[in-house]
């Protein structure tokens, strides 16, 4: 194996091989285009095109894709090969600047949320050269947006890249209007740490809830779970260790900054956390990782799961979106510096993002919002559905200060104290960390924590950004009307008035207390629990004027893609619902009533060898059984009526309302009754593995 530093990034195409392959005019021209966003001319594109093709086919490249992210929540690819015939039954490898800036897949075949009809086929990739190339399966992947034939946003990138440039526009205005005239261009980072599941993939393929749906539907809890908390930072099996030490290779020859890796809190539950990057690359990055986690596991004969909730009575997973912002001249804008209270370009910036999140906290919500993730939130591992932010003591006592106009003393720094000589002094930090908080603040970035673990991270960053932006050119207009002299004075008026009217989204305590939720709701916090409650924001008023503002969506992009999640909720549920359905008719009710008839047979030759016995523990476990096997059909009744009743709706609020307050239900009243009467049957009886098998075997 090469050493690190030759392994990472060596299938990336990225600025050292650019730098190395193009002529120096054309380097430049291109390096404008990515740090500027300025126009990328037709001859630049064919001599990258060139110095691509070359580099690709050098490391065993025979085809190119534009790599998209359309609105599957999934990666799209289609392959065609370098190949050009020349005649006489000779080929070049050939591949020019027009194939690299533009392709051509088929529009209609992807979600629209109705912008495309059946019949408006034409759809086009366009190359993004702020995300580099890279090299998988001897393909050279392309990054690219995908729009349709009219130019309406199909994917999840092109809106990414008009939030980052909306942020960007905004933030340098402010920042000059404040005396920063150097800074010329504000990039939003992000590092999102990804939990994952692994489970043995002999045992997966005999479950067909975790092949249909990434989640079991039915099955009762092994006798140890998570209560020990010895799994936790715990040393790695030697199974997961390789499949980790394998993964870390796979992602650092893709130029993914792998960093961190450690066992999470429920069995067989991990993590992985990458350096941070612009936004734009980060959310490719993680989409890579999705990918690459899953085919790596296959490999071992494992299989990653990424479902928010897998098992039922432990911890679900969570994707943390640690989010900052970055000038050209490589000030981080939400670093405090060891002087905060009098940071006047931090508390600034700080203060956009307290009001951006307390005005937009419902589509902070709404970017989560999946039928997967409606599982995890609110539960003891993730935080609530209900929006608030975490500060940590220094710098709420310096907000404080502010709106009240008292002295804040600046805290020196202090020594932890161990108790302990031999151990070595370093300095305590100024704030604990609070794992409640959806939205906390975490030394120089904030960590939003409410995205479930299968989620594409551009959402919620489209969001945010847009958000952000918004608040920015507010604070530009309020203080664009100073004269230089009134500017600190300014400065400070605004920051009171931001503190004043928006500390009510500040909540540093425990979010996951009944007391909080009922705090929340005298703040006038929404506690928006469910998918189908969420979405319906994304296409208010509010919503459409902030989007259209910034040319991020148009009206028909928002409701088309309010049209394509809540479609994705209801088909998932549905899927759901008759793999349940399935899996209790064919699978669990033939095994249930193979042991009824054991264990009736056995109370019988018991009756007739004991008669002076009035009951025996076999008849009491025959009545028992019998009970079960009465409620399991009765529940899985109601589930198939109700679910015959779902599909004839059209609406797709009203379905997706449906599916949530009555076919999930039905399906938890089921599961409660097939996994009671699962601990009363052995499990040579059962049709598939049990849970202390799938979190134990590995």
């Known amino acids: ?212 749906c990434g989640r079991t539907l039915i099955g009762s809890s092994a006798p140890k779970g998570q209560e020990m908390e010895d ?93 900052s912002m970055i000038t050209n001249t490589g000030a981080n804008l939400l670093e405090p510096g060891k002087t905060p209270a009098e940071n006047t370009q931090f508390l600034l910036f700080l203060a956009a993002v307290i009001q951006a999140v307390d005005d937009y906290a419902d589509l902070m919500r709404l970017s989560v919002a999946t039928a997967g993730n409606d599982h995890r939130l609110g539960a003891n591992e993730a935080p609530p559905a209900i929006v608030s932010i975490f500060l940590g003591d220094q710098l709420t006592q310096i907000l404080d200060s502010i709106e009240n106009d008292t002295y804040f003393n600046t805290q020196r720094d202090v020594q932890m104290e161990t108790g302990a000589t031999v151990l070595p002094h370093f300095i305590k930090d100024t704030t604990d960390r609070n794992r409640t908080s959806p939205f906390a603040f975490t030394g120089n970035k904030f960590e939003f924590r409410m995205l479930g673990s299968s989620l594409s991270v551009a959402g919620p960053n489209i969001i945010l950004n847009t958000a952000v932006a918004e608040v920015l050119s507010q604070f530009t207009k309020e203080l664009s009307s100073a004269a230089p002299e009134e500017m600190e004075s300014a400065i400070h008026n605004l920051l009171k008035t931001t503190i004043k009217n928006h500390k009510r989204i500040i909540f540093n305590g425990n979010g996951y207390t009944d007391e909080w939720v009922e705090e929340a709701k005298r703040r006038g916090l929404d506690n928006l629990v469910s998918t189908p409650e969420a979405l319906p924001r994304f296409v208010s008023d509010k919503s459409i004027d902030l989007f259209t503002k910034h040319h991020i969506f148009t009206t028909e992009e928002l409701h088309s893609r309010y049209e394509i999640m809540m479609e994705n909720y209801e088909k998932t549920i549905h899927i759901e619902a008759k793999t349940m359905e399935e899996m209790v008719q064919k699978d669990f009710l033939p095994a249930l009533l193979s042991y009824l008839e054991k264990v009736s047979s056995a109370a019988l030759s018991k009756k007739a060898f004991l008669p002076q016995l009035s009951v025996s523990c076999e008849e009491q476990l025959v009545t028992k059984l019998s009970d079960s096997y009465a409620a399991i059909t009765g529940g899985l009744e109601k589930l198939t009526a109700d679910t015959q009743t779902a599909e004839a709706l059209t609406d797709v609020l009203e379905a997706s309302l449906y599916y949530r307050r009555t076919i999930l239900k039905d399906m938890e009243e089921l599961r409660s009754s097939v996994d009671a009467a699962e601990r009363l049957i052995p499990d040579n009886y059962l049709p598939y593995p049990t849970y202390d098998k799938l979190l134990f075997s590995i």
């Not at 054309?26 to 990515?34: E, S």
């Not at 296959?298 to 989010?323: A, D």
């Open 1 to 212: 194996m090469k050493n690190v530093p030759e392994l990472y990034g060596s299938l990336v195409f990225n600025d050292k091989v650019m730098r190395d392959k193009l002529p120096k005019d054309m380097y430049k021209a291109l390096r404008k285009t990515i740090e500027n966003g300025t126009h990328l001319e037709l001859d630049v594109a064919n001599s990258v095109a060139v110095a691509m093709k070359e580099w690709a086919v050098e490391h065993g490249a025979t085809h190119f894709t534009h790599w998209f992210q359309p609105m599957t929540g999934f990666t799209a690819e289609k392959h065609d090969s370098f190949i050009t015939p020349i005649g006489d039954g000779e080929i070049i490898m050939d591949f020019s600047g027009k194939e690299l800036i533009k392709g051509e897949p088929d529009a209609s075949s992807f979600p629209s949320g109705g912008l495309r009809a059946t019949f408006e086929a034409r759809g086009y990739t366009a190359w993004d050269p702020t995300s580099p190339a890279f090299i998988k399966d001897r393909t050279l992947y392309i990054p690219t947006a995908f729009c349709s034939y009219s130019g309406e946003a199909l994917d999840k990138k092109t809106p990414l890249l008009r939030s980052m440039e909306a942020l960007s526009k905004e933030a340098v205005q402010l920042l000059h209007l404040i005396g920063k005239k150097d800074v010329s261009h504000v990039s939003t980072t992000v590092g999102p740490e990804q939990e994952y599941f692994l489970v043995d993939k002999d045992l997966y393929l005999q479950r067909k809830d975790l092949q249909f």
């Open 231 to 323: 799994h936790y930072f715990g040393s790695l099996k030697p199974r997961v260790s390789s499949y980790m030490h394998d993964l870390d290779e796979a992602l650092w020859k893709l130029g993914i900054p792998s960093k961190t890796k450690h066992n999470e809190v429920a069995p067989a539950q991990h993590e992985l956390a990458p350096v941070f990057d612009t936004a734009n690359v980060a959310v490719d990055h993680n989409q890579l990782t999705m990918e690459i986690m899953k085919k790596v596991a296959q490999k071992h004969n494992l299989v990653c799961l990424l479902h928010e909730k897998p098992f039922e009575g432990i911890n679900g997973s969570g994707k943390h979106n640690n989010w």
